[in-house]
Each structure stands twice: as C-alpha cells, then as structure tokens.
C-alpha cells in the first residue's frame, strides 16, 4: 500500500507564505506526475500546480507568479511553496501522485489527508 502525508498547512496573514509539503510511503517503484489541488468551502476541488516526472510544472492562473511547485525524488516527496497568499487563497489543500508500485505495474492516483491553509488578519 501507499500512505501519504501532508504537512505545512496553517494561519497566515495577508501576503504571507507557506510552504506545503506531501511525502508518499510504502510499496513505490516510481512516481510521475504530482498534484496540488485545494477545495475552498462551498466549492469543487480544483488544481491548482502540477509537475511531470521530467519537471515540467504548470500553474493555475489563480497562483502563476505566486505558488512554486517541485519535488524531492529521492524523499518522495512534492512541495507546494505559497508566496504572496490571499484570503481567497484559503481553502484545503490537497497532493495527488500517480504511483507505479512495481516495475511494468500499473499506475495509481492516491491522495493525501488534506491541510487546511487559511489567509486572514
């Protein structure tokens, strides 16, 4: 099986930033691509950065020029680095990855817990 764990989430005020980290354990051969999403209350979860095994990232236009998406192969784990939050930042902030656990083995989508990001003086 595979357990993820996010971190990082909290209060912060008004230009303000967080740095949200997501770290998959147990039967993993590879990881490719690895997902932020967020689920302000009331809405649908949306994504909000992505980056590929290769390192190509992509952006929300809601965060471009604000969130840094990147990854840590070797510890399994992806960032989300929060800069210049807003109060419509705030929401629950999920990681998503797509795990091979075994060699030609198929690939798995598995999400963490969530961490509650909040922006607000």
């Known amino acids: 099986q595979v357990q993820l764990v996010e971190s990082g989430g909290g209060l912060v005020q008004p230009g303000g930033s967080l740095r949200l980290s997501c770290t998959a354990s147990?039967?993993?051969?590879?990881?490719?691509?690895m997902y932020w999403y967020r689920q302000a209350p009331g809405k649908q979860r949306v994504l909000v950065a992505s980056?590929?095994?290769?390192?190509?990232?992509n952006y929300a236009d809601a965060v471009k020029g604000r969130f840094t998406i990147s990854r840590d192969n070797a510890k399994n784990t992806v960032y989300l680095q929060m800069n210049s939050l807003r109060p419509e930042d705030t929401a629950v902030y999920y990681c998503?990855?797509?795990?091979?656990?075994?060699?030609?083995?198929?690939?798995?989508?598995?999400w963490g817990q969530g961490t509650q990001v909040t922006v607000s003086s």
């Open positions: 147990g039967s993993i051969f590879s990881i490719n691509a």
């Open positions: 998503n990855l797509l795990v091979r656990r075994e060699t030609l083995g198929p690939i798995n989508s598995y």
């Open positions: 980056i590929t095994s290769g390192g190509t990232t």
